[in-house]
């Protein structure tokens, strides 16, 4: 049986999550958990998050999962998703300065690139305004092979909804990039960890087939 520990730290849309990988593979037990002996028992562990990422800290480091998560990464696979991703980070722009585990050399920032009337806003090279947050399909360029990418083709659509996006330090691994307005990281690689700032769940045959992935792989790349 291929034991899965999805993190519950009341900050993720876990029960999809859970359904769609039951849905990739025979023979899969999911567990949704924020108990450190049943999430270090798994085989592989997801680290999923939504909403505002001081609260999701919090919660991280009130749980313990900070630990935990730091035990995961040494021993077996793991797979951040959208805050999960931006969790891993040393810190984020939102909220006024977070704190991140510091796990990935990387900072999370706030989707702007120009200034209108005072304000920061987000264009595109013609000068077109980008709606804040970044929600819907887009297209994820594959910029380092790795398992998880096995039969999904380069330049696959998978589905983001974020605000805040990624970059990484030049000494870490981006495993996919996307554009909107800026570029920036969509999937890194590090390791046992694979991370990505979309929806596997909501991704529909790139994001299933990148699920199956993570439950076949056993970790590093």
């Given at each position: 049986?291929?034991?899965?520990?999805?993190?519950?730290?009341?900050?993720?849309?876990?029960?999809?999550?859970?359904?769609?990988?039951?849905?990739?593979?025979?023979?899969?037990?999911?567990?949704?958990?924020?108990?450190?002996?049943?999430?270090?028992?798994?085989?592989?562990?997801?680290?999923?998050?939504?909403?505002?990422?001081?609260?999701?800290?919090?919660?991280?480091?009130?749980?313990?999962?900070?630990?935990?998560?730091?035990?995961?990464?040494?021993?077996?696979?793991?797979?951040?998703?959208?805050?999960?991703?931006?969790?891993?980070?040393?810190?984020?722009?939102?909220?006024g300065g977070v704190d991140c585990l510091g796990?990935?050399?990387?900072?999370?920032k706030l989707f702007t690139n120009g200034q209108?009337?005072?304000?920061?806003?987000?264009?595109?090279?013609?000068?077109?305004?980008?709606?804040?947050?970044?929600?819907?399909?887009?297209?994820?360029?594959?910029?380092?092979?790795?398992?998880?990418?096995?039969?999904?083709?380069?330049?696959?659509?998978?589905?983001?909804?974020?605000?805040?996006?990624?970059?990484?330090?030049?000494?870490?691994?981006?495993?996919?990039?996307?554009?909107?307005?800026?570029?920036?990281?969509?999937?890194?690689?590090?390791?046992?960890?694979?991370?990505?700032?979309?929806?596997?769940?909501?991704s529909q045959h790139g994001g299933l087939q990148?699920?199956?992935?993570?439950?076949?792989?056993?970790?590093?790349?």
């Amino acid at each position: 049986m291929n034991k899965v520990a999805v993190i519950d730290y009341g900050m993720g849309n876990l029960h999809s999550v859970a359904k769609a990988l039951e849905h990739c593979g025979k023979n899969v037990s999911v567990t949704v958990s924020s108990d450190a002996k049943t999430i270090l028992a798994a085989d592989r562990v997801i680290f999923p998050g939504v909403g505002a990422i001081r609260d999701c800290m919090a919660e991280i480091r009130r749980l313990g999962i900070d630990e935990i998560v730091a035990e995961v990464i040494q021993t077996k696979p793991l797979l951040g998703i959208c805050v999960g991703m931006q969790a891993l980070m040393e810190s984020s722009q939102e909220n006024g300065g977070v704190d991140c585990l510091g796990l990935v050399k990387g900072q999370v920032k706030l989707f702007t690139n120009g200034q209108a009337d005072g304000k920061p806003v987000l264009l595109e090279s013609d000068g077109e305004a980008l709606k804040v947050p970044h929600m819907g399909w887009n297209i994820v360029q594959q910029t380092h092979p790795h398992p998880l990418w096995a039969g999904i083709a380069d330049g696959t659509r998978f589905y983001f909804v974020h605000s805040y996006y990624i970059t990484l330090d030049p000494s870490e691994t981006a495993a996919g990039m996307t554009h909107y307005g800026v570029d920036f990281a969509a999937a890194l690689s590090k390791g046992n960890v694979f991370a990505v700032q979309f929806h596997p769940e909501k991704s529909q045959h790139g994001g299933l087939q990148l699920l199956s992935n993570f439950l076949a792989w056993n970790g590093e790349s």
